[in-house]
């Protein structure tokens, strides 16, 4: 019991720890520089050689699925089925011809009145 007390005493008089690698010296200023900008270049090289790829060859992709999509939509449209809660107006909307969303698009929603 007497030497915790002890330690907890010692231990509290000194303060706080000093690490060897807290007080900068120009040696390690230039080594933590150097390092720094290898990191730098090296992220810099990942970000051009492999994310920008990565992003082009992805944005391809989707680009063609979504023009297969829409050249599916132009000849096989979707079957509009009426019901009841459907279409439901209270009153017109305040914009456009007061009958559609400002989302709505011809190519995907069908319209009742046709």
């Not at 010296?25 to 090289?45: M, S």
């Not at 209270?90 to 709505?104: A, L, Q, V």
């Not at 698009?105 to 319209?111: A, F």
Request: hydrophobic share 35%; proline share 9%.
């Amino acid at each position: 019991m007497f030497r915790i007390a002890q330690l907890a005493r010692t231990g509290a008089s000194r303060g706080a720890r000093t690490y060897s690698s807290s007080t900068w010296t120009p040696e390690g200023y230039a080594a933590a520089k150097e390092h720094a900008q290898t990191a730098v270049d090296t992220w810099k090289k990942i970000s051009l050689f492999l994310a920008l790829p990565a992003c082009a060859i992805m944005s391809y992709v989707a680009t063609k699925d979504e023009l297969e999509h829409i050249h599916h939509l132009e000849h096989d449209p979707p079957k509009f089925v009426a019901y009841p809660y459907l279409h439901v107006r209270k009153r017109k909307f305040p914009y456009g011809d007061g009958e559609h969303t400002p989302f709505w698009n011809p190519l995907t929603n069908p319209d009742p009145e046709e």
